[in-house]
């Protein structure tokens, strides 16, 4: 399994942009892909998850409501539309798949991306 992220950037508070996950390789149709993102001198923290087979969403407390995640299967391609951006979302943004069902702990899952730095600033 791979997964690549994409989409990074700089941008102002209340700006928005939109992460790309390409993932690849799997062995079965049901895994969930997660979004994750790291601060520094913070733990790594789960933002975002989505089913494979019926497209179930997860999300933190912390982003529902500005954050989507979406999928486009014919791209084997995950989302995370990021919309009313804070400083304290600045962080870098990782993506991970795993074979078990959604959820927002890092352990659950075990293919992970490079991560795709996200700077957050007036």
């Known amino acids: 399994v791979q997964v690549v992220e994409s989409g990074g950037g700089s941008v102002q508070p209340g700006d928005s942009l939109r992460l790309s996950c390409a993932a690849s390789?799997?062995?079965?149709?049901?895994?969930?892909i997660g979004w994750f993102r790291q601060a520094p001198g913070k733990e790594r923290e789960g933002v975002s998850c989505?089913?494979?087979?019926?497209?179930?969403?997860l999300y933190a407390e912390s982003v529902k409501g500005r954050f989507t995640i979406s999928r486009d299967s014919a791209k084997n391609t995950v989302y995370l539309q990021m919309d009313s951006l804070k400083p304290e979302d600045a962080a870098v943004y990782y993506c991970?798949?795993?074979?078990?069902?959604?959820?927002?702990?890092?352990?659950?899952?075990?293919?992970w991306g490079q991560g795709t730095q996200v700077s957050v600033s007036s």
């Open positions: 991970a798949a795993t074979y078990r069902s959604c959820g927002l702990r890092p352990a659950w899952f075990d293919f």
């Open positions: 989505i089913y494979s087979s019926v497209g179930s969403t």
């Open positions: 390789g799997f062995a079965s149709d049901y895994y969930a």
